[in-house]
C-alpha cells in the first residue's frame, strides 16, 4: 500500500518548455489535489478533483492545467514553464462524503526548477 | 492574501520545552481545523485537527486550543523532543468547500537536544 506517489522527484526545466507531473494514489480516494509549496507561502491549492471526470480551479490555477485520467490517478501538465513555477509540487488525495474528507494524504513532493 | 495567518515563522525550543504556535483567521465560515506536519524532503502529513463546537483537542503531546470569539487557534507541543523538529502548517476548511484547505504559512520548529 504505497499511498500518493509522485513522478518525478525533481525536474529542472528551460523557460516554455512543457512537462507533466504524474499522481496516483492506491487508497481507492474519490478526491485529488495538487498543492504548490513556496517559502513563506503555505501551500496554495492548484486544481482539485471531487471525483472521477471532475476537475476545477482552486487559489493558484493560471499557467497549469489538469486530468483526471481515471479514479487513482491525477496530472498537473504546464504547457509553458515560467521561472515563477519554480517550486514543490503535492499531490494529495482524500475520501468523499461529510468527513472522510478531511484527513488528505499528500504524497512526497515534485521539485521543480525552471531556469 | 492569506486567510490563514500563522506566527512565528521560526521557534528554537530546548528538549522538554513547550512549542506554541498561534494561527489566525476571518472568516467564520471555517468550522474545521487540522495541522500537518512536515519534516524535510517529504509530504505533509496531519498530526492534529479540531472543529469549532470544541475548544481543545489534545493528543498525547500534542493539543490544539481553539478560541472561536476570537478566531484563533494554536497548537501545543509539550515535552518537545528533537523528533520533533519539522514544519508545522496550520489549516482552515469551509464547511461547505467540499475539500479544499486555505493553508498558513507554516512554522519551522527546532528542538535541540
Known amino acids: 500500500n504505497a499511498g500518493v506517489t509522485q513522478t518525478p522527484k525533481f525536474q529542472v526545466l528551460k523557460t516554455g518548455q512543457s512537462m507533466t507531473l504524474q499522481c496516483a494514489q492506491d487508497m481507492n480516494h474519490n478526491s485529488m489535489y495538487w498543492y504548490r509549496q513556496d517559502p513563506g507561502m503555505g501551500l496554495r491549492l492548484i486544481y482539485y478533483?471531487?471525483?472521477?471526470?471532475?476537475?476545477d480551479k482552486g487559489e493558484v490555477p493560471n499557467g497549469y492545467n489538469v486530468s483526471r485520467l481515471n479514479k487513482r490517478e491525477f496530472s498537473l501538465r504546464l504547457e509553458s514553464a515560467a521561472p515563477s513555477q519554480t517550486s514543490v509540487y503535492f499531490c494529495a488525495s482524500s475520501g468523499t462524503g461529510g468527513r472522510r474528507t478531511d484527513t488528505q494524504y499528500f504524497g512526497p513532493g515534485t521539485r521543480l526548477t525552471v531556469l | 492574501q492569506q486567510q490563514v495567518k500563522q506566527s512565528p515563522q521560526s521557534l528554537i525550543v530546548q528538549k522538554g520545552g513547550i512549542s506554541i504556535i498561534n494561527c489566525a483567521y476571518e472568516n467564520t465560515a471555517f468550522d474545521y481545523f487540522p495541522w500537518y506536519q512536515q519534516f524535510p524532503g517529504k509530504g505533509p502529513a496531519l498530526l492534529i485537527a479540531?472543529?469549532?463546537?470544541?475548544s481543545e483537542k489534545k493528543e498525547g503531546r500534542f493539543t490544539i486550543s481553539f478560541n472561536k470569539s476570537a478566531k484563533q487557534f494554536s497548537l501545543h507541543i509539550m515535552d518537545s523532543q528533537p523528533g520533533d523538529s519539522a514544519t508545522y502548517f496550520c489549516?482552515?476548511?469551509?464547511?461547505?468547500?467540499?475539500?479544499?484547505?486555505?493553508f498558513g504559512a507554516g512554522t519551522q520548529v527546532v528542538v535541540t537536544p
Open positions: 478533483s471531487a471525483s472521477e471526470g471532475t476537475t
Open positions: 489549516a482552515a476548511r469551509v464547511g461547505d468547500s467540499w475539500g479544499k484547505l486555505q
Open positions: 479540531i472543529r469549532p463546537d470544541v
